[in-house]
C-alpha cells in the first residue's frame, strides 16, 4: 500500500494504539514517587537529628533533584525548554541507543527496517512527553501532534477517537511491564520495553516510516559503513530527535487548545525546518 494510499483513520488508529501505551510509562517516570524521595527535594533542609535510612533517602533525593528528575523541586523551577530538553537528552537518549545500535552493521542494516520503526517510535514517545509539559493530556490531540511531526499528515479533530486500532500480538492497554500486584514496573527497563511495545504496532504503518525528522545526509552516508555506523546513526538520530522535538513545540503553540494549561515559562517563539 503507497503511502498516498493510507487512509488517515488507519493512522490515526496505529497512532492511538502506540500513546495509550507510551503514556503509562511516562506517568511513571514523571508523577510516580514511591518512597517520597521527589517530597523530600522541596524539603528546606535535612533533619541532623534523623535516623541513619532518613539520612540515606535524604541523600538519594539529592541525587534525584541533582539529576532534574521530573517531580523534583529542581523540575519545579525549570523552564519549559529545559523540560524539553530533559525529555530528549535523558529518555530520548536512551531509546536512542538502541535506535543506532543495528548501524554496527553498517550497509547491512539498512536491509532491514528495525532502525526507521524505533526511530519513529523513539520520537514518539518524546513528542508524548513534550505534549504534556504543555499540559495536553487529552489522547486526540496526542494522536494529532504525532500525526503532523511524524508523519506530515494534519488531522482534524476526533480523528482517533473512533479509529479501530491494530491488532497486534504481544501488545495490550497493560503492555507497561507490570509487576504481580498490577502497579506499574519500576524496572529500569520499562521505557525500552515500551520502545518495543511500540515499534510492533508501528509497523503496521511502514510507509509513514520516512516522514518523520530524519538524520542529515552526511550521517546517513556514514551509517554505511560497519561500527561507525553505529556512532553516526546515535549522533545524527540525536539531531533528528531535537528537530522532532522543536517541531511538536511549534505545532502545539499554534493548533492545541490545551497548551494555555501549561506553564508560560520558557515559550519562546520556535522558528523551525523540518529536514
Given amino acids: 500500500m503507497s503511502a498516498d494510499r493510507l487512509g488517515d483513520e488507519r493512522v490515526a488508529g496505529v497512532l492511538k494504539a502506540a500513546v495509550r501505551v507510551i503514556v503509562p510509562v511516562l506517568e ?42 521530573p517531580g523534583t523541586k529542581a523540575w519545579e523551577s525549570m523552564t519549559v525548554d529545559q523540560r524539553v ?46 505534549a504534556r509539559e504543555y499540559g495536553i493530556t487529552e489522547q486526540d490531540e496526542q494522536v494529532r501532534l504525532l500525526a503532523s511531526v511524524l508523519c506530515n499528515r494534519e488531522l482534524p479533530k476526533g480523528a482517533s ?10 501488545v495490550t492497554d497493560d503492555s507497561r511491564v507490570t509487576e504481580p500486584s498490577g502497579r506499574l514496573s519500576r524496572s529500569p527497563f520499562a521505557l525500552l520495553s ?41 549522533f545524527g538520530e ?13 505545532w502545539v503553540e499554534q493548533n492545541s487548545t490545551s497548551a494555555s494549561n501549561a506553564s508560560p515559562r520558557g515559550r519562546d517563539t520556535l522558528r523551525v525546518r523540518k529536514g
Avoid: C, M
Fill in 238 to 250: 540525536r539531531g533528528a530527535l531535537s528537530r522532532a522535538a522543536k517541531l511538536g513545540r511549534r
Fill in 28 to 69: 511513571l517516570l514523571a508523577d510516580r514517587d514511591p518512597l517520597g524521595l521527589k517530597k523530600r527535594t522541596f524539603r528546606e533542609q535535612a533533619d541532623a537529628s534523623g535516623t541513619k535510612v532518613d539520612t540515606a533517602l535524604n541523600a538519594v533525593a539529592s541525587v534525584f533533584d541533582a539529576a532534574d528528575t
Fill in 85 to 130: 530538553s530533559w525529555w530528549v537528552g535523558r529518555v530520548g537518549g536512551i531509546g536512542t541507543v538502541a535506535v543506532a545500535f543495528p548501524g554496527i552493521f553498517g550497509v547491512l542494516a539498512r536491509r532491514l527496517p528495525l532502525g526507521d520503526v524505533l526511530g519513529f517510535a523513539n520520537q514518539a514517545i518524546v513528542l508524548v512527553a513534550v
Fill in 194 to 234: 515500551t520502545l518495543w511495545s511500540v515499534t510492533k504496532i508501528l509497523k503496521a504503518v511502514t510507509d509513514e516510516l520516512d516522514k518523520r525528522p530524519r538524520s542529515r545526509t552526511v550521517y546517513r552516508w556514514l551509517g554505511n559503513l560497519p561500527v561507525v555506523g553505529a556512532v553516526a546513526g546515535y
Fill in 161 to 170: 477517537v473512533h479509529a479501530p486500532e491494530p491488532d497486534v500480538d504481544g
